[in-house]
């Protein structure tokens, strides 16, 4: 009898627009290709003549980013999605609270874009593939009361958040009034892990938690990297934990390339390297609720595939723990300012994995991290 078909869960992706975003995010300077999307290719041409070839790259890929974050919609950027992807797929979505991060005001707020994510997953046609994750800033919901809204009321399916906006993963607000429940309940959390993506200009510190600080890059990496979860999963050990990316690009790229730079940047250290952090904390046993998930770091396909065919399809016991713990993610529409397709990756990566593997990592393993139930 034919194997039934693999039901894909896409365990990251963002359907939030501009509407959702600050004003003047990511800078003021960006403005002028935000507002005139058409200027982007000929300034981008200027800075390539001046010789300027990677700040050249990053103006091209904002035009792409910016052209999905345009659409009016959710549904209109889930159906964009929906192109790239089998039919049978289902997808966590992940909003974002950007409100505390100092780029000035955010036109919709969280409410009301928790409000149309409930809204398109009760959709008759798209409602099937929507998995809705709530989101919180614990500086913007100290009570977790919008939080608790979106879970119990809306019925939403689990929980993002983003230390990197500048609040560590044990705030008082989450270790009160977050997790205790959500261990509970058996409801899942996805973090941001990862050196890239969104920033914010202040962060909160639990020193002095009444006087926000500046954050820069040192702080933003000590509140997102994995060992920064250890006393969330200590205190809440059944708590089912995603730290996203696997570490992410950068880490994956010093680790794929381990020639030092003078002096060492932070991933060239072996035991600094998140890719390594995550991959060892998940292989010793001592996290079994702790997974990690692929997005936006697979679309450095060529350099990457090789390195997780290789732990993916090795032997032993830790190697057993990390097949089980890592999700199918992409981080759609993060990625559409990369050149490959979502669906180009999504086919090589299948094809590279093979069946089985992708099977796991794409049906089984979500299954489990979202219900508790095996695959």
């Given amino acids: 009898m034919a ?13 939030f627009n501009r509407t959702h975003t600050p004003q003047h995010y990511p800078s003021r300077l960006v403005a002028p290709v935000k507002r005139f999307p058409g200027l982007a290719g000929p300034i981008a041409w200027l800075v390539r003549v001046l010789g300027f070839p990677d700040a050249a790259e990053q103006i091209l890929r904002l035009r792409r ?32 609270d950007l409100s505390q991060i100092g780029h000035g005001a955010v036109p919709v707020p969280l409410r009301d874009q928790h409000d149309e994510l409930a809204r398109l997953a009760a959709d008759e046609t798209l409602g099937r593939k929507v998995i809705p994750f709530a989101t919180i800033d614990p500086r913007a919901d100290p009570q977790a009361q919008e939080l608790w809204r979106a879970l119990n009321k809306l019925h939403f399916k689990g929980i993002k958040i983003y230390p990197r906006l500048g609040f560590p993963p044990d705030h008082p607000a989450l270790m009160e ?17 990862s050196r890239g993506g969104v920033q914010g200009r202040t962060r909160y510190d639990p020193a002095d938690p009444g006087t926000p600080k500046p954050l820069n890059a040192f702080w933003a990496d000590r509140y997102t990297e994995p060992h920064a979860f250890d006393p969330v999963l ?18 994956w790229h010093a680790y794929v390339n381990p020639e030092n730079p003078r002096p060492p940047a932070d991933e060239h250290r072996r035991d600094r390297n ?7 904390m998940i292989e010793s046993g001592d996290y079994p609720n702790l997974y990690t998930d692929i997005s936006y770091t697979l679309f450095d396909f060529e350099e990457n595939i090789p390195f997780l065919r290789h732990f993916l399809t090795s032997e032993g016991e830790g190697a057993d723990r990390l097949r089980a713990h890592v999700l ?20 090589r990566l299948r094809n590279e994995l093979g069946e089985e593997i992708f099977r796991q ?7 489990r991290w979202l219900t508790g139930r095996p695959g």
């Avoid at 990592?361 to 299954?367: C, M, R």
């Fill in 65 to 96: 980013f910016h052209a999905e974050t345009e659409m009016p919609t959710q549904k209109s950027i889930l159906e964009n999605l929906c192109r790239h992807s089998p039919d049978r797929t289902r997808f966590v979505v992940l909003p974002m």
């Fill in 328 to 347: 199918f993610g992409s981080d759609y529409y993060m990625t559409r300012q990369e050149v490959l397709s979502e669906r180009a990756v999504c086919f």
């Fill in 234 to 251: 200590k205190a809440f050990p059944d708590l089912k934990v995603c730290l996203a990316h696997f570490g992410g690009s950068r880490d």
């Fill in 3 to 15: 194997e039934k078909p693999i039901e894909i869960v896409n365990c990251h992706v963002h359907l």
């Fill in 177 to 193: 009034h977050v997790y205790p429940r959500a261990e509970a309940e058996g409801l899942p959390i996805m973090s941001h892990c």
């Fill in 274 to 280: 998140w890719f390594n952090q995550i991959r060892w």
């Fill in 361 to 367: 990592i794409a049906e089984t393993n979500p299954l």
